[in-house]
């Protein structure tokens, strides 16, 4: 473990402040609130202008984006601050934001396969220390006020490279959660691969849920499901799918589509049923090449599963698909934009600096993140990133202004956008076309939904389905 002298000193002054500053509930700050910064504020204003200006004067000429740096045997957050004003000022107006209550922890930037269309560049050895994760567990129950139950969801690269720091930091968390009166929630997405028995019985006994990565059949998901040595990691899964089951009953997927498996999208998640999955989270794979065959395909895949998701809920079956249970399918009458990456929920990287979420941390590669916000150890050293995620105003979205689905969109993934165009807040063609589609089929499944089962599709009927809890991803 590493000497910790160094983080001793600020670490206690943010403890401090977390205890002597008065608590406020994060319901009442609205993006208003930038306007009141701004007056004592000598920086430039966060939000997005015309001319996307930059959030952070160091950012080297790209907008939203952390400065880059060696991460070679980095000992210091990259948004350490030797200013001790700055760090009290960022921590006092982050009182005024919303409590973070679900934090994602990369415990490793490696993994044990090599899936060619994964979001996190640059697959390498940087594991989070000790030191680091119990840290994270700190800041996460400080930072939650007055927020009783809280979530961690462990990520990575692969988290179960890391399963002896997860063997740690769950009975130290648990216990701090414990005297601070919250309880904490786990869970995790996992390619399943590294998970034995022993492991299995540990998880289920500490009350760890985890959802599995799975594209389908054997053919659609080995295609850019790899080991390095390009074997097929399908049959390994399946061969321990049984096993798996037996200590956690109800097994969900994160499915990630590919455009060659957009026509077999129905099939595969049939075949995936048949062999013991409950539940799927279906989102298109990123970086691929989604022409306008791909994506009529994919539309049309789709639409074949919104078929096969009713007649198997007609029929009263164990089969469920976040995809179609999520807010986007409810009478909501404008959609903010994002996914609430930096809002509630936060990510830590392996070297301790905070994120909205894990793509945002890791989609330009290790240590490379957009809109960082700052550090375990220290708090909210850049304010004003975290600010910017807090901006969900659709009057921010200058290229979805006149568009069709402007008010229903969310406009498009901020890390996905930034990686394409270069602002968290400019979505690529590519987003803006499968924005599209998403939006098309949810209205469909409304439809049919409403025509099938006689009654509407309201938030009070997805939360009386929603009987299984997992993971976000």
């Not at 139950?149 to 462990?154: F, I, K, Q, S, Y």
């Not at 306008?292 to 074949?304: C, I, N, P, Q, S």
């Not at 304010?383 to 202004?401: A, F, G, M, T, V």
């Amino acid at each position: 473990m590493k000497n910790r002298s160094w983080a001793k000193p600020k670490r206690c002054v943010f403890s401090f402040m977390v205890i002597i500053l008065p608590q406020r509930g994060g319901t009442d700050f609205q993006v208003q609130d930038i306007a009141h910064l701004s007056e004592t504020d000598t920086t430039p204003d966060i939000m997005v202008s015309e001319e996307s200006q930059l959030v952070n004067s160091n950012c080297d000429g790209k907008c939203n984006a952390a400065p880059q740096k060696s991460v070679s045997g980095r000992s210091k957050p990259l948004t350490w601050s030797d200013s001790m004003p700055e760090i009290i000022r960022g921590n006092m107006e982050a009182r005024k934001m919303f409590p973070l209550s679900y934090m994602e922890l990369i415990l490793t930037s490696d993994c044990n396969l090599r899936c060619s269309y994964c979001f996190e560049r640059d697959k390498q050895p940087f594991d989070m220390s000790d030191e680091v994760a119990f840290a994270a567990v700190d800041f996460l129950i400080s930072t939650s006020r007055h927020i009783k139950d809280l979530t961690v969801l462990l990520f990575g690269g692969e988290p179960m490279m890391r399963f002896d720091l997860i063997q740690r930091i769950i009975p130290y968390a648990n216990k701090k959660a414990k005297e601070a009166g919250k309880t904490i929630s786990w869970d995790m997405t996992t390619n399943g691969t590294l998970i034995d028995e022993d492991r299995a019985k540990w998880m289920a006994q500490h009350k760890v849920k985890y959802l599995l990565s799975l594209d389908g059949a054997k053919e659609d998901h080995d295609r850019y499901r790899k080991f390095p040595d390009s074997t097929s990691s399908y049959g390994l899964i399946m061969e321990r799918l049984p096993m798996l089951k037996s200590y956690q009953p109800w097994m969900g997927t994160k499915m990630s589509v590919t455009p060659e498996a957009t026509l077999r999208l129905r099939e595969n998640l049939y075949e995936l049923w048949k062999r013991g999955i409950n539940q799927f989270i279906i989102g298109y794979a990123h970086g691929m090449d989604w022409n306008d065959e791909a994506l009529l395909h994919y539309e049309r895949g789709m639409l074949d599963v919104c078929e096969l998701y009713l007649e198997m809920k007609y029929n009263k079956q164990y089969f469920r698909i976040t995809t179609f249970e999520e807010e986007s399918l409810c009478d909501i009458k404008e959609v903010p934009f994002g996914c609430g990456a930096g809002r509630g929920r936060f990510c830590v990287d392996p070297w301790g600096d905070l994120y909205g979420c894990s793509k945002l941390c890791t989609i330009m590669g290790p240590g490379r993140g957009i809109l960082p916000f700052g550090n375990v150890f220290q708090g909210l050293t850049w304010i004003r990133n975290r600010y910017h995620c807090l901006n969900d105003k659709i009057e921010s979205r200058l290229k979805c202004k006149g568009c069709d689905y402007e008010r229903d969109c969310g406009g498009g993934c901020p890390a996905t956008n930034f990686a394409e165009t270069g602002d968290a807040y400019i979505p690529g063609e590519e987003a803006c076309k499968l924005g599209m589609i998403c939006r098309r089929i949810d209205r469909y499944m409304r439809e049919r939904h409403d025509e099938i089962f006689g009654t509407k599709w309201t938030e009070q009927f997805v939360k009386k389905s929603g009987k299984h809890h997992l993971p976000a991803y």
